[in-house]
């Protein structure tokens, strides 16, 4: 096979961002040519083209030898691809790797086929120059025609190179858009989200400070008027004791005054100089009896509600039941689970069961038997306590907390959260909201209808609040003197109710 390449043969590729020497396409060989061109093959190689290559030029291949099918058709030849030896070979986009000086003539002329392998097939000692598709191999024409690959898909070796060559041209030019627009992401989208980012930051940042700031500024200055509002208070309760100290204080000395001016009457004078003083005396007594009881006045009391602040109370309320983590072995005890309601496996779901779904309950003294109420699992009695409860799915519950002296048998207002002294529970019913305490009820205007529910309570305040977190508003706010033990309180009458974690 001739090594020269023609300057038509070769073609120019230009990867991402470097320059790529030209690369020659592939030298057809001579036998290959002589296929394409009959007649010339015998002159140049000195000997008559194979029955492959005959084959390929438009005659019917066939085993060496086989006289009487030499000239007719043979149905199971591979088709003839004659017409497109010059457009696979010189027409397609086609790609030849560059070899040493001298390697790629010695191999051509030592194996005279177009392949260039040098290797050639096992079972017939023939040219490698098909491709068998079905086994992925190289064969020649005799394993097309007659071997084992008779009834396979297979193509030329010289199509098959120039359809691979296409395809890693095809290759390298989408890799090179992809390059391209990787270096274009880079170079101009990443900085832009780079900025973008540092600019959100700092924003964001700012944002932040100037927020917080504004919040302790507005803290500040409520806590500022608040210990004003102490103050005032202390000093208003303390000018009203002292009054009153001075004005009993001469109220006493009058009161003993008179009271010795009649003990010397009693001692000193005889009968009838008591008789003749007895209007002096009436007036004396008169006069000492005049002075009233000294009784309790409200004016000496310290009002606490002088450090009521909605801003304080909502900020107090959000960090205690948003910002700090509920006790997470806040269950429901089960002891006390009404025989209406249903006790998940995890003891923090209840659910109000249907009269077909409900089961005798064991007995205990602890359970509530008529109204669909439980207590929680702990009781308190100092400090301050949250827990959050989702009430989303449930149009009729009631939350809160109550004393382990509640009455759990029966069905009178004794045992029914929210009618008794024992109880102080927030109550839903289809839309409507209040606070119930010892049978008197609070009616509660609500603009939203809360999915959570927060209750806190401080039991040295003696305050009980119900918050939705949601909003961070206070749904309701309740003050009393809390001297027992208080447990969580709930009661479910339709859907369910969790307690939550944060």
Same mark, same amino acid.
């Given at each position: 096979?001739?090594?020269?390449?023609?300057?038509?043969?070769?073609?120019?590729?230009?990867?991402?961002?470097?320059?790529?020497?030209?690369?020659?396409?592939?030298?057809?060989?001579?036998?290959?040519?002589?296929?394409?061109?009959?007649?010339?093959?015998?002159?140049?190689?000195?000997?008559?083209?194979?029955?492959?290559?005959?084959?390929?030029?438009?005659?019917?291949?066939?085993?060496?030898?086989?006289?009487?099918?030499?000239?007719?058709?043979?149905?199971?030849?591979?088709?003839?691809?004659?017409?497109?030896?010059?457009?696979?070979?010189?027409?397609?986009?086609?790609?030849?790797?560059?070899?040493?000086?001298?390697?790629?003539?010695?191999?051509?002329?030592?194996?005279?086929?177009?392949?260039?392998?040098?290797?050639?097939?096992?079972?017939?000692?023939?040219?490698?120059?098909?491709?068998?598709?079905?086994?992925?191999?190289?064969?020649?024409?005799?394993?097309?025609?007659?071997?084992?690959?008779?009834?396979?898909?297979?193509?030329?070796?010289?199509?098959?190179?120039?359809?691979?060559?296409?395809?890693?041209?095809?290759?390298?030019?989408?890799?090179?858009?992809?390059?391209?627009?990787?270096?274009?992401?880079?170079?101009?989208?990443?900085?832009?989200?780079?900025?973008?980012?540092?600019?959100?930051?700092?924003?964001?940042?700012?944002?932040?400070?100037?927020?917080?700031?504004?919040?302790?500024?507005?803290?500040?200055?409520?806590?500022?008027?608040?210990?004003?509002?102490?103050?005032?208070?202390?000093?208003?309760?303390?000018?009203?004791?002292?009054?009153?100290?001075?004005?009993?204080?001469?109220?006493?000395?009058?009161?003993?005054?008179?009271?010795?001016?009649?003990?010397?009457?009693?001692?000193?004078?005889?009968?009838?100089?008591?008789?003749?003083?007895?209007?002096?005396?009436?007036?004396?007594?008169?006069?000492?009896?005049?002075?009233?009881?000294?009784?309790?006045?409200?004016?000496?009391?310290?009002?606490?509600?002088?450090?009521? $602040?909605?801003? =304080? !109370?909502?900020?107090? &309320? *959000?960090?205690?039941?948003?910002?700090?983590?509920?006790?997470?072995? #806040?269950? +429901?005890?089960?002891?006390?689970?009404?025989?209406?309601?249903?006790?998940?496996?995890?003891?923090?779901?209840?659910?109000?069961?249907?009269?077909?779904?409900?089961?005798?309950?064991?007995?205990?003294?602890?359970?509530?038997?008529?109204?669909?109420?439980?207590?929680?699992?702990?009781?308190?009695?100092?400090?301050?306590?949250?827990?959050?409860?989702?009430?989303?799915?449930?149009?009729?519950?009631?939350?809160?907390?109550?004393?382990?002296?509640?009455?759990?048998?029966?069905?009178?207002?004794?045992?029914?959260?929210?009618?008794?002294?024992?109880?102080?529970?927030?109550?839903?019913?289809?839309?409507?909201?209040?606070?119930?305490?010892?049978?008197?009820?609070? $009616?509660?205007? =609500? !603009?939203?209808?809360? &999915? *959570?529910?927060?209750?806190?309570?401080?039991?040295?305040?003696?305050? #009980?609040? +119900?918050?939705?977190?949601?909003?961070?508003?206070?749904?309701?706010?309740?003050?009393?003197?809390?001297?027992?033990?208080?447990?969580?309180?709930?009661?479910?009458?339709?859907?369910?109710?969790?307690?939550?974690?944060?």
């Amino acid at each position: 096979m001739s090594s020269d390449l023609n300057d038509s043969d070769l073609i120019p590729v230009s990867l991402h961002g470097n320059d790529v020497e030209l690369l020659a396409a592939a030298a057809v060989s001579d036998e290959e040519k002589s296929a394409c061109h009959p007649g010339e093959g015998e002159s140049q190689a000195g000997e008559k083209a194979p029955a492959a290559v005959a084959a390929a030029a438009g005659g019917a291949l066939h085993a060496p030898g086989d006289d009487k099918t030499r000239g007719k058709p043979d149905r199971n030849q591979p088709p003839d691809r004659s017409a497109d030896c010059s457009s696979d070979v010189n027409g397609d986009r086609s790609i030849a790797l560059p070899q040493k000086d001298g390697a790629q003539n010695s191999d051509k002329e030592d194996t005279g086929s177009g392949s260039g392998s040098g290797d050639r097939c096992a079972d017939h000692e023939s040219e490698l120059d098909w491709f068998c598709s079905t086994e992925d191999r190289l064969i020649c024409s005799r394993c097309v025609v007659t071997g084992t690959c008779k009834s396979h898909t297979v193509t030329p070796v010289l199509k098959k190179a120039a359809d691979m060559r296409n395809k890693l041209v095809d290759a390298c030019e989408k890799l090179q858009l992809k390059a391209a627009g990787v270096e274009r992401f880079v170079a101009e989208t990443l900085p832009v989200k780079k900025q973008a980012a540092l600019a959100g930051a700092a924003e964001a940042r700012e944002t932040l400070v100037q927020r917080f700031n504004l919040i302790r500024e507005a803290c500040e200055s409520e806590e500022q008027r608040l210990l004003e509002a102490v103050l005032e208070e202390e000093e208003r309760t303390q000018q009203a004791i002292l009054t009153q100290q001075a004005h009993w204080a001469e109220s006493l000395k009058h009161i003993s005054t008179a009271r010795g001016h009649l003990v010397r009457v009693l001692t000193e004078r005889d009968d009838l100089q008591l008789v003749n003083s007895t209007k002096e005396i009436l007036e004396r007594v008169e006069d000492a009896h005049s002075i009233l009881e000294p009784q309790d006045s409200r004016k000496m009391n310290f009002n606490s509600s002088c450090v009521q $602040s909605p801003l =304080l !109370l909502g900020m107090w &309320a *959000t960090a205690a039941l948003v910002c700090r983590a509920a006790p997470a072995d #806040l269950t +429901f005890n089960d002891r006390t689970v009404s025989p209406l309601l249903g006790l998940s496996e995890d003891g923090r779901t209840l659910r109000f069961l249907p009269k077909r779904a409900r089961q005798p309950c064991e007995y205990s003294p602890e359970r509530f038997d008529r109204w669909p109420n439980a207590l929680a699992g702990r009781s308190f009695s100092t400090g301050t306590h949250s827990w959050l409860v989702g009430v989303k799915g449930s149009s009729a519950f009631k939350l809160g907390v109550s004393s382990g002296r509640i009455e759990r048998k029966g069905q009178g207002s004794e045992a029914r959260l929210g009618y008794n002294p024992h109880s102080w529970v927030l109550s839903h019913y289809e839309g409507d909201y209040s606070f119930s305490h010892a049978g008197r009820h609070h $009616s509660l205007s =609500l !603009l939203r209808r809360p &999915a *959570t529910v927060g209750v806190l309570l401080d039991c040295q305040a003696g305050q #009980l609040l +119900f918050f939705d977190p949601e909003s961070c508003s206070v749904l309701y706010s309740h003050h009393a003197s809390f001297t027992e033990q208080l447990y969580p309180a709930f009661a479910v009458a339709d859907s369910s109710i969790t307690l939550l974690s944060h």
